[in-house]
């Protein structure tokens, strides 16, 4: 796995997910065309790149391919490397079945490994097998690029995560992981059961609980509140994140989900404004992976977005998570905001 880990090339912009994949790809079958040739060519101009860009890859240079309405049987290694249309809008690179586990690499995730029933679940149906030999090239891709950006103009204009630089000053953050610093203890996410939390491999980090009574921490939050136009009470203790290299936090809704009694008795989550502490390290970016987006740190930035709909359910446009920091220690701010006083902090 640590080999194959060595031929992922992963995208950094939001638009790069096939230019990755196919990176990838190129990279695996030792093919001699340069990341450079694909990033530049197959990116997808200024909307995301679609799925009919694997196959005019695989014709323009050659390579024998195929594309096809995906079924499981396709989840056979005589049929690898494939790529794959999955939900999140988002084109993955299958490589290798075995024990019932799809290992594939994603654009943002990196070598990933899933059972085939729940990958074969997520999936839009879509599959171009390479390499194939046999079967007849045939245009398969009009209709779904259609439908394709269709769906992320209805994203794009439902859903905004919105990018505050400045947020804190450089001495302000330097000061706020100064305060967390002998207080970290390993990440939790909440149970499966819906009671208390657990340690998951999901999160991978270790976390601070800024619950001391501080005029600092009150600002902070005040500032946060009228960012978003808030009342500073909603606002949950400050909590710190930090990641050392290869750890992460997978995708997830910062909402509790309806069987999380136990969180849920303190109120719902409703908005989360994320503060970069740091920049000087490599990889770990905040990913949105059904709006395609990546987001880099920058020492002092906010990032703040919903996670509930219009109807107060878990908008599943909100997911994100931490990819994994490749170098260095990642150190974030995360506040809070539910749908009741939560002012015992006081
Ligand atoms: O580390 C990141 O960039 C995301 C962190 C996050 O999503 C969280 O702490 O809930
Ligand atoms: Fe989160």
Redesign the pocket.
């Known amino acids: 796995m640590e080999k194959l880990l060595d031929k992922w090339v992963n995208q950094t912009n939001w638009n790069e997910n096939i230019a990755s994949a196919l990176a990838t790809f190129c990279k695996l079958e030792n093919l001699e065309i340069s990341k450079k040739t694909i990033f530049e060519n197959y990116i997808g101009g200024e909307k995301m790149a679609n799925f009919s860009e694997v196959s005019r890859f695989c014709t323009e240079w050659g390579i024998d391919h195929i594309g096809l309405n995906f079924v499981k049987k396709h989840l056979d290694n005589q049929f690898l490397p494939a790529f794959v249309l999955m939900d999140k809008y988002h084109t993955v690179l299958v490589i290798k079945i075995k024990n019932d586990e799809v290992y594939f690499f994603d654009g943002v995730r990196g070598l990933i490994q899933e059972s085939i029933d729940s990958f074969f679940e997520r999936s839009m149906g879509h599959i171009v097998l390479v390499e194939v030999g046999n079967y007849k090239k045939e245009a398969y891709y009009q209709k779904h690029v259609k439908e394709e950006n269709e769906r992320i103009k209805k994203i794009s204009d439902h859903f905004s995560v919105k990018i505050i630089d400045h947020f804190l000053t450089s001495e302000e953050c330097d000061l706020l992981k100064e305060k967390g610093e002998s207080l970290y203890v390993r990440?939790q996410v909440s149970a499966s059961e819906g009671n208390g939390s657990e340690i998951s491999s999901i999160?991978t980090?270790s976390?601070a609980f800024l619950v001391q009574k501080d005029s600092f921490f009150d600002d902070i939050r005040e500032r946060a509140a009228q960012l978003i136009n808030l009342n500073k009470e909603r606002f949950e203790s400050i909590?710190l994140?930090s990641?050392t290299k290869g750890q992460?936090?997978d995708a997830?809704s910062?909402a509790f989900a309806d069987y999380d009694t136990d969180a849920l008795k303190e109120g719902q989550r409703t908005d989360?404004v994320?503060v970069?502490l740091n920049d000087d390290y490599e990889g770990?970016?905040?990913?949105f992976p059904y709006l395609n987006k990546i987001?880099k740190?920058k020492k002092g930035r906010a990032v703040t977005w919903k996670s509930l709909d219009e109807n107060g359910k878990i908008d599943p446009l909100g997911t994100?998570?931490?990819?994994p920091v490749m170098n260095g220690r990642?150190y974030?701010c995360?506040l809070?905001a539910r749908n009741t006083d939560q002012s015992n902090w006081k």
């Open positions: 990440s999160r980090s976390s909590q994140t990641y992460l936090y997830h910062d989360t994320l970069y770990g970016g905040t990913f987001i740190a994100h998570g931490g990819l990642k974030i995360n809070w």
